[in-house]
């Protein structure tokens, strides 16, 4: 592969990973750009809702004059086909890869065509119409290609909820099927090794130390727990508005286009979904208490990786004294490096207007690769504060703290945002923000009153 191939390549996922998109990611292992592992999260509003869809993107030498092999990977270990054009096998049918014929002008793959380009395409297929993609039926429109549709849509849309998310978040997070969670290393224990404290501690011959600082790549690990958390209420929903349509135990209905095993074959089952979300949020919960009692632990045998956090946390504190900062303070929690308190303080004259709000945010001793986690641990009714208080926020520099706590500040004080319902963690007050005039009088009246009740006696 030519120089010139590896620096379009390396633009090109630069880009799309300083983009603000948030439905798509991009990653490569060791700088080999050659092979690069993709996510599309699925787009709300369709059966494949807030679902981690990963592909492989594999580049050669002829790239960009041809297109790159592209292999989905989010197939139930080949047994699920997720789309008319994503087979189970992993093949996705594209005319934009040549693996399919298109009809129209342009739909045909040209070196002006790129990486971003190929992933919002399979992303268009990902639509409340998937029956349409098969070829022969992409006009139909009578009302049994209708019926044939959401009999589809159902089934994806289960699937989605149970391949997509649910097997995603198990997998990151050793959740076994009994619901334990598998784990080399004592939760209850300081003895817990990061990638920091094991070089320093060990040989590099050591097996366990290899273990701790070459892991499996999984690049994002990280992303699919803090994005669970954002759309835990969406998943939820999912399973209450959709459970009683489906009997427990009934099967899915066949599609004509499938068959030969390249089919989404299953029975639904949404009150097992529904347990098992709530196991993963129960286990997200409790992976963050773990951060606290490992993070003290680092500062006990003076980590140099906990005197990092600490020096931060020391530049934060003393950049809002100078600054003048009255309305946000910072502490540590217990005197915790890895715990770190926020009060904000509302703005006058603004809805936050006289309220208190404590925030706590829990940095991982895996910082950066693991981002803060950031939960309101006051009362809020705002659109980008779920109703368990996680906060959907957006750092400009991710491995600077001082950045997380002027995010975590602005998506508070945000009042006029633009419509994204990728960012929406709290359904209800969106709903309100984002509806009528009358609608939106309500949101920003709900929103005073979790001001005024900071302050009240027992608030």
């Given at each position: 592969m030519s120089n010139?191939?590896?620096?379009?390549?390396?633009?090109?996922?630069?880009?799309?990973?300083?983009?603000?998109?948030?439905?798509?990611?991009?990653?490569?292992?060791?700088?080999?750009?050659?092979?690069?592992?993709?996510?599309?999260?699925g787009p709300p509003g369709t059966p494949y809702q807030y679902g981690f869809f990963e592909f492989t993107v594999d580049f050669t030498p002829e790239y960009p004059s041809k297109p790159p092999k592209v292999n989905a990977k989010t197939t139930n270990g080949g047994r699920t086909r997720f789309n008319p054009n994503i087979y189970a096998g992993g093949k996705v049918c594209l005319s934009l890869l040549g693996t399919w014929h298109g009809e129209k002008p342009g739909e045909e793959w040209s070196s002006a065509h790129g990486l971003e380009s190929i992933l919002w395409s399979i992303q268009s297929l990902l639509s409340n119409n998937p029956y349409?993609?098969?070829?022969?039926?992409?006009?139909?429109?009578?009302?049994?290609?209708?019926?044939?549709?959401?009999?589809?849509?159902?089934?994806?849309?289960?699937?989605t909820l149970r391949i997509a998310v649910i097997a995603k978040l198990e997998d990151a997070l050793n959740i076994q099927p009994d619901g334990s969670v598998l784990d080399k290393y004592n939760t209850n224990t300081e003895d817990r090794p990061t990638a920091d404290d094991a070089t320093d501690e060990a040989t590099d011959d050591d097996e366990s130390v290899r273990a701790i600082v070459t892991p499996r790549f999984e690049p994002y690990k990280d992303l699919y727990?803090?994005?669970?958390?954002?759309?835990?209420?969406?998943?939820?929903?999912?399973?209450?508005?959709?459970?009683?349509?489906h009997k427990d135990g009934s099967?899915?209905?066949?599609?004509?286009f499938e068959g030969g095993g390249n089919t989404m074959d299953g029975k639904f089952n949404y009150p097992a979904l529904g347990k098992r979300l709530l196991r993963i949020q129960e286990v997200i919960t409790d992976e963050t208490k773990q951060w606290a009692i490992d993070g003290m632990a680092l500062k006990r045998r003076e980590s140099h990786k906990a005197g990092t956090i600490q020096r931060q946390f020391e530049q934060v504190s003393?950049?809002?004294?100078?600054?003048?900062?009255?309305?946000?303070?910072?502490?540590?929690?217990?005197?915790?490096?890895?715990?770190w308190v926020l009060t904000y303080f509302g703005k006058p004259?603004?809805?936050l207007d006289?309220?208190?709000?404590?925030?706590?945010?829990?940095?991982?001793?895996?910082?950066?690769?693991?981002?803060?986690?950031?939960?309101?641990?006051?009362?809020?009714?705002?659109?980008?504060?779920?109703?368990?208080?996680?906060?959907?926020?957006?750092?400009?520099?991710?491995?600077?703290?001082?950045?997380?706590?002027?995010?975590?500040?602005?998506?508070?004080?945000?009042?006029?945002?633009?419509?994204?319902?990728?960012?929406?963690?709290?359904?209800?007050?969106?709903?309100?923000?984002f509806g009528t005039e009358d609608e939106k009088k309500t949101y920003f009246r709900q929103l005073r009153r979790s001001a005024q009740r900071t302050t009240e006696e027992g608030g």
């Open positions: 010139q191939t590896i620096l379009r390549i390396s633009r090109e996922i630069t880009q799309i990973q300083q983009g603000s998109d948030l439905s798509i990611a991009v990653a490569c292992q060791e700088r080999d750009v050659r092979t690069v592992h993709a996510l599309i999260v349409e993609n098969e070829p022969g039926y992409e006009h139909a429109k009578g009302k049994e290609d209708q019926r044939m549709n959401d009999l589809y849509c159902a089934k994806i849309r289960h699937e727990k803090r994005r669970f958390m954002w759309y835990f209420e969406h998943y939820m929903a999912t399973v209450v508005k959709h459970g009683p349509e099967d899915f209905s066949k599609m004509p003393d950049y809002l004294t100078r600054k003048d900062c009255h309305n946000v303070s910072v502490e540590m929690e217990n005197n915790n490096p890895y715990v004259g603004t809805d006289g309220g208190i709000f404590k925030i706590r945010m829990a940095i991982s001793p895996r910082f950066p690769e693991e981002q803060p986690r950031a939960r309101c641990e006051t009362p809020i009714y705002h659109h980008r504060v779920s109703k368990h208080g996680t906060v959907c926020y957006f750092p400009k520099i991710i491995d600077d703290l001082r950045n997380h706590v002027y995010a975590i500040i602005e998506s508070l004080e945000e009042e006029s945002p633009p419509y994204d319902p990728r960012t929406i963690v709290h359904p209800e007050a969106a709903a309100l923000l």
